[in-house]
């Protein structure tokens, strides 16, 4: 690391396929990837109760013309 601004950024992992088809190498990501979320399950659930009591109680009324 010869390159002092080298340290200061992140590389984004390997993809494998092209265009619409490009993903990430999953065989190739680690831990430090930050591919683990484990309260992702939790985190929707709580969203989801959130939006839901956020929403007009007569919302679901059809509209009047």
């Given at each position: 690391?010869?390159?002092?601004l080298d340290k200061a950024t992140s590389k984004a992992p390997p993809t494998v396929g092209e265009g619409c088809?490009?993903?990430y190498d999953t065989d190739a990501m680690t831990p430090e990837d930050g591919t683990e979320f484990p309260?992702?399950?939790?985190?929707w659930q709580q969203l989801q109760?959130?939006?839901e009591a956020e929403k007009p109680a007569g919302s679901s009324a059809p509209l009047k013309s």
């Open positions: 690391m010869s390159d002092p088809l490009s993903r309260g992702a399950a939790e985190l109760e959130e939006s």
